[in-house]
């Protein structure tokens, strides 16, 4: 006799689902690292151009877009704010950038960093990340 038996075919096919049940959620995991790496890149670029903004403009700058900053890999992913800091908020003492991912997006079970972001207020640049229920989560999404 030639070929395989069923036997054999379903030993092959327990092997190969045991196998994707443990790599799918160490994949799943690792590209959502990645997306949250994407966001803290555009975060970064947004600090450093807010600053030099700043230095020739009385406050700092309310959209990306007047600070020259791509955010279009961040679109399908997170949602991108820039606000002011303070009781009114102002951009003149510091502001709040802040990605948070889009319900709709491909990144909605990252329920760890469901918004990171940073925080320029008082000359202090403070990283900040919350998970879905608002908890602090700066340590583990941004490694500090």
Same mark, same amino acid.
């Given at each position: 006799?030639?070929?395989?038996?069923?036997? %054999?075919?379903?030993?092959?096919?327990?092997?190969?689902?045991?196998?994707?049940?443990?790599?799918?959620?160490?994949?799943?995991?690792?590209?959502?690292?990645?997306?949250?790496?994407?966001?803290?890149?555009?975060?970064?670029?947004?600090?450093?151009?807010?600053?030099?903004?700043?230095?020739? #403009?009385?406050?700092?700058?309310?959209?990306?877009?007047?600070?020259?900053?791509?955010?279009?890999?961040?679109?399908?992913?997170?949602?991108?704010?820039?606000?002011?800091?303070?009781?009114?908020?102002?951009?003149?003492?510091?502001?709040?950038?802040?990605?948070?991912?889009?319900?709709?997006?491909?990144?909605? #079970?990252?329920?760890?960093?469901?918004?990171? !972001?940073?925080?320029?207020?008082? !000359?202090?640049? %403070?990283?900040?990340?919350? #998970?879905?229920? #608002?908890?602090?989560?700066?340590?583990?999404?941004? !490694?500090?």
């Amino acid at each position: 006799m030639r070929g395989f038996s069923l036997i %054999e075919l379903m030993v092959v096919v327990v092997i190969a689902g045991i196998l994707a049940a443990v790599a799918y959620p160490a994949y799943t995991s690792h590209v959502q690292r990645g997306r949250r790496a994407d966001a803290m890149a555009v975060l970064t670029a947004v600090v450093q151009a807010q600053e030099r903004y700043r230095a020739n #403009n009385a406050t700092y700058a309310a959209t990306a877009s007047a600070l020259g900053v791509d955010v279009s890999q961040l679109t399908q992913i997170y949602s991108l704010t820039l606000a002011g800091v303070g009781n009114p908020p102002s951009l003149t003492s510091g502001y709040v950038a802040t990605a948070a991912v889009l319900e709709s997006g491909v990144q909605r #079970n990252d329920s760890t960093c469901a918004t990171i !972001g940073v925080q320029l207020q008082g !000359g202090v640049l %403070e990283y900040v990340a919350t #998970n879905s229920s #608002n908890a602090d989560t700066r340590a583990a999404c941004w !490694g500090r």
